[in-house]
Every structure is written in C-alpha cells, then in structure tokens.
C-alpha cells in the first residue's frame, strides 16, 4: 500500500492568539516566548492517525486583522484550517468568523474542514469567551473544536489529529464511522 499523499494544514486566526506557539510546540515540543509576529513559515510533521503515519505540511501564518487582506494562496492546496482565537479576545473570536466567510468565499466551496481552537486556557482569569460559546460556532459550523493551552502544551497534540479527522472525512465522506462532527 502506498503511503498517504501529504496533507497541507494552514493555521490563521488574528495576531497574537498564539498560531506560531501552538505550531512550535507541536512541531518541536518547546514553548517560544516570544516569537517574530509577521512571517509566515512551513513546518514538516509527521501525524499518526488511524495507524497510518501521515506527512503534514503546516503553515503557520503572519495572522489576518480587518486591514490585511485575505492572502488568496490560502485557498489554494490547502486540505484543513486550523482556525484560532484566544479566549481572552473576543476581537479574535469575531475574527474567526470573518477569516471561515473569506476561505468559503475563496474557495467557492460550502465547507472546509475546520478545527477551530480556543487557545490560551492558563489565562483562567482572563478568559471572557465560555467553552460554550466555541463549541455552539463548531456545531453551527459542523467542525471540530477544542480549547488548548500552547503554554502549558495542552490538548495541542489533539488539535492536528482532529485536523487529519477532519480531512479524511472530507476526502473519505462515505467511510464508517465518519459522519457527525467531532467536539472534545
Ligand atoms: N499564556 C499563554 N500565552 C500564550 C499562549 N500561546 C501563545 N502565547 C503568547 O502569546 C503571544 C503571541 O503568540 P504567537 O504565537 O506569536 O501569536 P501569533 O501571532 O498568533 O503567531 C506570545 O507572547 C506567546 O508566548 C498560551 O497558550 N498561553
Ligand atoms: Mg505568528
């Protein structure tokens, strides 16, 4: 059997929820503190899902805010988005949804499969988004959610196996045990 083609996953959300952190700490397992805001840079993973390994491409934007325009190469070969706000900014929140109507329109498509991640959990005393709040905008969106910690590598491994998920479902739709979104 041939091994699975690679699977390009793009990470875009507003600045500072912590897209390149997250990516850091799943690709190379270390929490950056600070980190160069505006590039934009590819990392090379391999994912294990279903017993399978898969090679992922993961490009971790400069971040979109309601000046930057839409980069159109972000609706072209990629296979998943990682979609993340912090549940300190419900700017970033706001962000998201205008991020998701972009890639639709874009790609000219209804749906794409989406993990959207409320990241920045430590920050307890900050928060002002509810889990509720995140997990209502999935079941609206039917994709996946979870909420992470890049500080604390919380539920980040979690995040890129519920991407590959979404993926093959979307590649695979009539495949058992594929159907429903999935929500930790
Ligand atoms: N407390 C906390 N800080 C975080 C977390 N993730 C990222 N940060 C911090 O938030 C800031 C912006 O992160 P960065 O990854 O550069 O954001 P990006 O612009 O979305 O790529 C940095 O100072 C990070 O250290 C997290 O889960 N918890
Ligand atoms: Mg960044």
Partial sequence: MSAPKPRTIAVLGSR?????????Q????HFVDSYYPTIE?????????RGQEIAAEIIDTAGQDEYSIFNETHAVGIHGY???YSIT????????K?????????????????VLVGNK??????????????KELATQWKCAW?????????NITRIFELMISEIEKNLNPHEDGNNGCVII
């Fill in 98 to 114: 205008i991020i998701r109507d972009k890639i639709l329109l874009h790609t000219g498509t209804e749906s794409v499969p989406i």
């Fill in 82 to 84: 990682v979609l993340v």
């Fill in 41 to 49: 840079n590819t990392f090379n993973k391999v994912i294990r899902y």
């Fill in 89 to 96: 900014s419900r700017q970033s929140f706001e962000m998201i």
């Fill in 26 to 29: 799943f690709v190379e397992n």
């Fill in 121 to 134: 959990t430590d920050l307890h005393m900050q928060r002002t988004l509810s889990p509720d709040e995140g």
């Fill in 146 to 154: 979870t909420e992470a910690s890049a500080k604390h590598n919380e």
């Fill in 16 to 24: 500072a929820v912590g897209k390149s952190t997250l990516t850091i």
